[in-house]
């Protein structure tokens, strides 16, 4: 949690990253558009159309995010996510502090598995990993901003890659033009009590 409580740096910003599934969806039936009176009625049927995968990054004290898209949730899906944030959405950071769930595939070795080794090892220097404690993984703020993104933008049916990629920038782009920001009041005393089991007991000398 201390992490989350440092002062913004410029040098060094907090980037907080999730991924999220999406069930692609058509409609069976054709949409009967609203009417005078007649509200917009969608057949209750539809027709799976394949899944897609999210993976979102939020700096929270930037007010600033950015989602991919992708088939797969896999090893190499997390690996470009993290050459992208380096290379392209914080080419100047000195090193970006990163919080991450704690899962198998976010690991330097998927990074050596993706990427030739010099380029492996360059997005890695760049990234100071902080891993979410297991079944504690609420306390990576990206978790708030992919309940705001479920919310406001992947409630209803999205048939193909291509639409969600449209829905899904528009609502990036909108709320990076307003600076939203994610309001964290949960500290690090506050996690000694609700998380005491992850914290060692002091043991004093007689």
Not at 142 to 153: D, F, G, K, V, Y
């Amino acid at each position: 949690m201390s992490v989350s409580a440092r002062p913004l740096d410029p040098l060094r910003p907090l980037v907080c990253f999730d991924e999220s599934g999406k069930e692609l969806q058509r409609h069976r039936r054709p949409v009967a558009p609203a009417a005078p009176g007649q509200p917009e009625r969608i057949d209750h049927e539809y027709v799976r159309a394949g899944s897609a995968n999210l993976l979102l990054w939020v700096a929270p004290h930037l007010g600033q995010r950015g989602v991919r898209i992708a088939n797969q949730r896999t090893r190499v899906e997390w690996a470009e996510a993290m050459r992208a944030l380096v290379e392209e959405d914080f080419p100047h950071a000195e090193r970006i502090v990163l919080v991450v769930d704690n899962l198998n595939t976010h690991t330097a070795a998927a990074l050596y598995h993706t990427f030739p080794a010099p380029l492996a090892r360059h997005i890695w220097a760049k990234l100071e990993v902080h891993d979410t404690p297991k079944h504690a993984s609420w306390l990576n703020i990206a978790e708030i901003e992919l309940s705001a993104l479920s919310r406001q933008c992947l409630t209803r049916r999205i048939p193909d890659v291509a639409t969600l990629t449209t829905e899904v920038g528009a609502w990036v782009a909108a709320r990076n033009a307003a600076q939203t920001g994610v309001n964290w009041h949960f500290t690090t005393a506050d996690a000694r009590i609700k998380l005491k089991r992850l914290y060692p007991t002091p043991v004093y000398a007689n």
